[in-house]
């Protein structure tokens, strides 16, 4: 643990020191100026960090950093550790024997995106050939312009982007005559004798012409009397 500590102290201190050698502060870029691993390395023993030091501060909010091996996996374990000009990550504690591509991004001076590739071993390294550097938005890789920091893939698309809308015009539109038909089923009185005035109007006059009638026939029946 006390030699990979040292290993990285060494990397920090020539990034400072590159900063100062390579790119004055009117003419800063993102340099990458020092890695622990470096390029193409072979170690014996297994490595806890890998460190990379850039010769100006950086945009935390841009940084990404990648450790993936042959299989494809990202070997990295946790948060990304930021110092300004430098950042850290750590490695599985399970890290096997292989070959291992360090996938950088970080901010470009306008602004713009941009980042390379290295490669290390733990072990007997077996180069591949990557690529060392790219700059702007169009040449940014998928895995990189993925906002995951451990995503080594194209980004996902988010599932209110793609999810179909629930509720169509065509079923607001069916919905809305029964929703009338409900309403004035509801509210009208169904027909009947005792919802009809017409009818009361007939019963009543039959009842009536009755009534006379009746008193008509009482008279006469007295009057003979």
Known sequence: MARNWT???????????????????????????????SAHEELGERPGWVTLAFSRTIDKAVVKVLVVGADGRNRVAGDLIYYGSSVMVQLDNDLPKGTYTVKYQVDRKDGQPEGGAFQFAY?????????????????QPP???????????????????????????????????????????SSTPAPGAANNPTLWYLVGGGVAALLVVAALGWWLIRRRG
Do not use: C, H, Y
């Open 7 to 37: 290993r990285v102290s060494v990397a920090i201190a020539a990034a400072v020191l590159g900063a100062f050698l390579i790119a004055p502060p009117a003419q800063a870029a993102s340099t990458l100026v020092a890695t622990n691993p």
């Open 123 to 139: 072990g007997k390294g077996n180069w591949t050939a990557v690529e060392k550097s790219w700059s702007g938005t169009a040449e």
């Open 143 to 185: 895995e990189m312009a993925n906002p995951d920091p451990q995503g080594t893939g194209p980004a996902e698309p988010s599932a209110s982007a793609s999810a179909e809308p629930t509720l169509t015009p065509s079923a607001v539109d069916t919905e809305a005559p029964f929703a009338t038909a409900s309403a004035s089923s």
